[in-house]
C-alpha cells in the first residue's frame, strides 16, 4: 500500500468517529413525557340485592392515585335518586381516597341503577363511573312492605350499620361519654379489624364472628375540649368495603346532670 493509500484509508476512520461521536449527545437530550396520575378504582360498582323500601344504601368507592403526579378529582356528579356523602378531592401519588354514594329507597321501587361520576385530570380515565344498584321491595301498590318495620341506620356495602352512622352526645363532669353501634352482616363473611380513633376509646365486641358486631366508643371528659368531633375509621377484611366511617361528636355540658 503506497503512502497516499494509508492516508485515505485514516482519513476515512476519522469521518467515522467524528460521526458517532456527533450522534450521543442527541440523544442524551431526548425529551422524557411529564409525570401523570393514574386513577385505580379496585371496586366501582355494588349490588345490595333485595332492600326495603325506605332504607338507605350507601357504598364507599377506594380510589388509589398510582401515578407520578398528583391525582384531582375535579367533580362527581351523580344522577336522579343518588347523592354524595364524602369524596376526596386530592390525591398525592401513592396515596388512595374514597368516595361514597348514598340513596334513600324512600321513593324508589324494583330494579334501580344508579350512578355517578368522578371526573379527573388522569388523561387516560377522565371520567369514571361508579354504580349502585339493587331490588327495591315494595307492597303490591308500590308503597312499603306492609307489616316491615324499617331498622334504624343503614346499608354500607355489605353492613347494616345502626342505629345511625352519626351520633352526638353531651360530655358531663365526672362521667364518661359512651355511644354503641350494631353491625350485622347481610352478604358474605366479614371480620372487623381494628378502630382508628384519635380522641374516643374504641373497642370491638364479637357477637357471631363474620356475622354480627358491637362496637363501643367512650370519651373521658377530663381534659377534652368544650366540643369535638371525629371521623372514626373502621377497618375490614372486607374487598367490598375495606373501611368504613362512624361520625362522633361530643359537647361538653355547663352543669352536671342531677
Known amino acids: 500500500m503506497n503512502p497516499r493509500q494509508r492516508f485515505v484509508g485514516s482519513a476515512a476512520l476519522l469521518i467515522v468517529m467524528i460521526s458517532t461521536s456527533a450522534a450521543a449527545p442527541q440523544a442524551a437530550t431526548t425529551k422524557r413525557s411529564a409525570p401523570v396520575p393514574r386513577a385505580v378504582v379496585p371496586l366501582d360498582s355494588y349490588d345490595f ?83 349502585v344498584t339493587a331490588n327495591v321491595l315494595t307492597s303490591g301498590d308500590g308503597g312499603p ?28 363532669q365526672a362521667k364518661t361519654a359512651k355511644a354503641e353501634f350494631t353491625v350485622t352482616v347481610e352478604r358474605g363473611n366479614l371480620r372487623i379489624l381494628s378502630i382508628e380513633a384519635r380522641h374516643f376509646a374504641g373497642r370491638i365486641d364479637t357477637l357471631a364472628e363474620g356475622r354480627s358486631y358491637k ?30 366511617f362512624i361520625n362522633l361528636n361530643a359537647t361538653a355540658s355547663r352543669k352536671p346532670s342531677p
Open 49 to 131: 340485592g333485595d332492600v326495603f323500601k325506605g332504607e338507605l344504601i350507601s357504598q364507599l368507592f377506594v380510589i388509589r392515585n398510582e401515578g407520578e403526579a398528583e391525582l384531582r378529582i375535579d367533580n362527581l356528579t351523580t344522577g336522579c335518586g343518588c347523592s354524595v356523602i364524602d369524596s376526596d378531592k386530592v390525591l398525592a401519588p401513592g396515596h388512595e381516597g374514597k368516595a361514597e354514594l348514598e340513596v334513600n329507597t324512600a321513593s324508589q321501587s324494583g330494579q334501580i341503577s344508579k350512578i355517578a361520576t368522578l371526573h379527573t385530570n388522569d388523561p387516560d380515565r377522565p371520567n369514571i363511573v361508579l354504580t
Open 145 to 172: 312492605v306492609k307489616g316491615v318495620v324499617l331498622r334504624s341506620g343503614k346499608h354500607i356495602g355489605p353492613i347494616f350499620l345502626g342505629p345511625h352512622s352519626t351520633v352526638g352526645f353531651t360530655m358531663t
Open 215 to 244: 362496637l363501643v366508643f367512650e370519651l373521658n371528659p377530663d381534659g377534652a375540649p368544650a366540643t369535638l368531633s371525629e371521623h372514626v375509621r373502621v377497618l375490614t377484611d372486607s374487598v367490598a368495603l375495606p373501611y368504613f
